[in-house]
């Protein structure tokens, strides 16, 4: 961004290695005074530079100002953060999965031993029916005084 010219100059924005940045469209905003500032932004990636110079031309007096401008590393991601994030991804789907499986192996496991449970009981079925029928065999005749009842 550059003010307090008229008319408004070029601007570009060039990376240590001499080429061109890319860049969006300038724009140009007159102040109170007549006078213009222009604004121009750039894409600056890892791979371009740590280096770059914003040039501001005005040709019709001749004048060239630059700026330097250093950008450090720290600003980019890390490239050790995408593997990262991904493994951490894998770990969770991982988990998940085990988790699914066991809750799955969990429910087969109760219905097998539901089915065992009722196996079992059609084989001690006539073991207590034989058991039930010589109880019954004791049968003795109850009457309840409707006097006494509820005391």
């Known amino acids: ?65 630059e700026a330097i401008v250093k950008i450090s590393d720290d600003i980019f991601p890390a490239d050790w953060a995408l593997p990262l994030v991904l493994t951490i ?16 192996q969990n429910r087969r496991i109760k219905e097998l031993e539901r089915r065992k449970s009722i196996v079992e009981l059609g084989l001690w079925a006539p073991l207590v029916q034989s058991e039930w029928k010589r109880i019954r065999g004791h049968e003795v005749s109850v009457t309840l005084d409707v006097e006494t009842a509820h005391a």
């Open 89 to 104: 991804c894998i770990l969770i789907a991982a988990h998940g999965a085990v988790f699914y499986w066991n809750v799955k």
């Open 1 to 65: 961004k550059s003010g307090g010219w008229y008319p408004g100059p070029e601007m570009l924005w060039i990376g240590e290695d001499g080429q061109v940045l890319p860049q969006a469209e300038t724009m140009y905003h007159e102040d109170t005074e007549g006078l213009v500032n222009v604004e121009r932004n750039a894409t600056v990636t890892r791979q371009s530079t740590n280096k770059i110079k914003c040039v501001v031309q005005y040709r019709w007096l001749n004048i060239q100002r």
